[in-house]
């Protein structure tokens, strides 16, 4: 009896270090930033419009909690050389995905700059969206949809569809070099569009919300990679008092009173 009990106690005691072990090297990975990624970056500057060859890049470990969408790894290598690029890389600089988009007078083909994975969908917002003006291609943006909860009702609603999503390209221009100065200042129905890298389900949520309404998107910090979860809808109605008439943060706009409970209560 007492051989089964110091052998059940060994047994238990190798479990529970075993388990320790585990619990040991899997917060060490969650606090390093998880497995290490592999990734090209320049060994040297890359001038623009210069073509990339295999002694001008190497091979960098980063860990996967700090690798942006837009990194090139290592495994992708076949398909980068022979490119140009598009804007000057410095040396020991990560060579991304938009550093390979040409300038206009030299410009590729739009597949050539797609993620692996994702697909280009191109997006009209409205003219009354100037904010979209100052977008350039590579930057990151949240979309943002605006639609009518029913036929018959006025009452508009504004979702959250999508975060951290990669600019490809703004109107026809897929540089990041091109600055807003630097357009002809005439307004066109191009400078409107935005080209995103979207992953399959994330082109059919975006399609189906053209359909219903109305696309906007917001610019935002590309070192930024939080997302935020289940932000609710946020309803027209919201904006304005119960009588209709002042909206929410006006001067005029007065919250209603807290009710008051009779003594004793």
Do not use: C, H
Not at 71 to 91: D, Y
Not at 218 to 235: F, S
């Amino acid at each position: 009896m007492n051989r089964r009990a110091l052998l059940l106690a060994l047994i238990v005691g190798l479990l529970g270090a075993f388990l320790l072990v585990l619990y040991q090297r899997r917060f060490e990975a969650e606090a390093s930033g998880g497995p290490k990624v592999k990734l090209l970056m320049a060994v040297k500057p890359i001038e623009r419009g210069k073509i990339i060859t295999d002694e001008l890049v190497a091979t960098r470990e980063v860990p996967q909690a700090y690798v942006e969408d837009r990194a090139i790894k290592e495994v992708e290598k076949a398909k980068v050389l022979g490119l140009r690029v598009g804007n000057t890389v410095q040396a020991n600089q990560t060579l991304m995905w938009t550093d390979l988009i040409t300038a206009s007078e030299d410009r590729r083909d739009l597949s050539d700059i797609v993620q692996p994975g994702n697909r280009a969908v191109t997006i009209k917002t409205s003219r009354e969206d100037s904010s979209v003006a100052l977008i350039r291609p590579g930057n990151y943006v949240d979309v943002i949809a605006v639609m009518s909860q029913s036929q018959q009702s006025e009452t508009r609603a504004a979702a959250v569809l999508l975060q951290r999503v990669l600019v490809l390209a703004t109107g026809l221009d897929t540089s990041s070099d091109t600055s807003p100065a630097e357009k002809n200042g005439v307004s066109t129905d191009r400078d409107n569009l935005l080209t995103l890298s979207l992953t399959l389900p994330e082109a059919q949520l975006l399609a189906a919300a053209q359909e219903k309404g109305r696309i906007t998107v917001a610019l935002r910090n590309a070192e930024d990679q939080r997302t935020i979860d289940r932000i609710p809808d946020y309803n027209t109605q919201l904006l304005f008092n119960r009588d209709g008439r002042d909206p929410v943060g006006s001067r005029n706009y007065t919250p209603p009173r807290p009710t008051r409970l009779p003594e004793g209560q």
